[in-house]
C-alpha cells in the first residue's frame, strides 16, 4: 500500500493558462474524490467518481472544471483559463467501500499546490 | 449531513492528554461521527470514527455521549507530532450523503 499519490506537488502558472492535476489512488480503491482547500479553511468538495463513472460534479466551480477517471484507475483534474482565484491545494482521496455507509474511510493524498500569477 | 461545531484552537503540554470536544446536536440516528486530522502541508488523516460507543485505536479514543449530541476526541500522551488541525464530522455515505464536508476544525498546538 502505497497510499494516494498526486503529481505535481506544487505548480505555478500564468492567468488563463490550462492546468492538469494527476491522482493516482490506493490500487483497487473503486472511489476517488476531488477537493480543494483554501487558506483557513477545510477542504471542500468538487466530485467524486465511483469507478470510472463521475457520480457527482454539480459542486465544481465553473464550466472551467472538468476530471476524468479513465478504466477506474488514475484520474485527472483539468482547470482551463486559470484565475488568480483558483490559486489552492487540490486534493485528491479514495476509498475501498469496504466500510459501507458510516463506516467508509477516506485516504488523502498530500495535493497538489497550485499558484496563478 | 448534521453540522458540528468545534472551538477553534486548544493547547496542550507534551506528554499530556488531550480531549478535543465537538458537539453535534442535530445528528441523524445513522451518521458516524468520524474524525480526521490534517497536519501542516499534508493532506487529512482518517483518526477514528464511531457510532454510538466508545471507540479505541492506537492513534487515540472516541467518547460518545448517550445521546449522541456531542462527542470527544481523547489523544492519551500528546507528542508534538499530534500539532494539527481536527475535525469532527457527522456522516454516512450511504445513498446520496456520498461527500464527507469539512468544517474549519480545532487547530491543536502542542507545547514542548
Known amino acids: 500500500d502505497t497510499g494516494v499519490s498526486q503529481n505535481p506537488r506544487h505548480k505555478i502558472t500564468k492567468r488563463g493558462q490550462n492546468v492538469t492535476f494527476r491522482c493516482d489512488p490506493i490500487?483497487?480503491?473503486?472511489?476517488l474524490y476531488w477537493y480543494r482547500q483554501t487558506l483557513g479553511q477545510g477542504p471542500e468538495f468538487l466530485t467524486y467518481?465511483?469507478?470510472?463513472?463521475?457520480?457527482?460534479k454539480s459542486r465544481l466551480l465553473s464550466d472551467r472544471f472538468s476530471a476524468e477517471r479513465p478504466k477506474g484507475s488514475f484520474s485527472t483534474l483539468e482547470i482551463q483559463r486559470t484565475e488568480q482565484g483558483d490559486s489552492a491545494m487540490y486534493l485528491c482521496?479514495?476509498?475501498?467501500?469496504?466500510?459501507?455507509?458510516?463506516?467508509?474511510?477516506?485516504?488523502f493524498g498530500s495535493g497538489t499546490q497550485l499558484s496563478v500569477l | 449531513d448534521a453540522k458540528t461545531t468545534q472551538p477553534n484552537s486548544m493547547e496542550s503540554n507534551e506528554e499530556e492528554p488531550v480531549h478535543l470536544p465537538c458537539n453535534h446536536s442535530?445528528?441523524?440516528?445513522?451518521?458516524?461521527i468520524h474524525w480526521y486530522r490534517q497536519l501542516p502541508s499534508q493532506g487529512p488523516e482518517y483518526v477514528i470514527h464511531?457510532?454510538?460507543s466508545n471507540v479505541n485505536n492506537r492513534m487515540a479514543s472516541l467518547a460518545i455521549a448517550e445521546d449522541r449530541k456531542s462527542s470527544t476526541l481523547i489523544l492519551h500522551r500528546a507528542t508534538l507530532r499530534d500539532a494539527a488541525v481536527y475535525y469532527c464530522i457527522s456522516w454516512n455515505s450511504g445513498g446520496s450523503n456520498y461527500k464527507l464536508t469539512f468544517g474549519k476544525g480545532t487547530l491543536l498546538t502542542v507545547n514542548p
Open positions: 467518481f465511483q469507478n470510472e463513472a463521475q457520480l457527482e
Open positions: 490500487s483497487e480503491h473503486n472511489r
Open positions: 464511531g457510532l454510538t
Open positions: 482521496a479514495s476509498s475501498d467501500l469496504k466500510g459501507t455507509g458510516g463506516n467508509e474511510k477516506l485516504f
Open positions: 442535530t445528528i441523524s440516528g445513522t451518521d458516524y
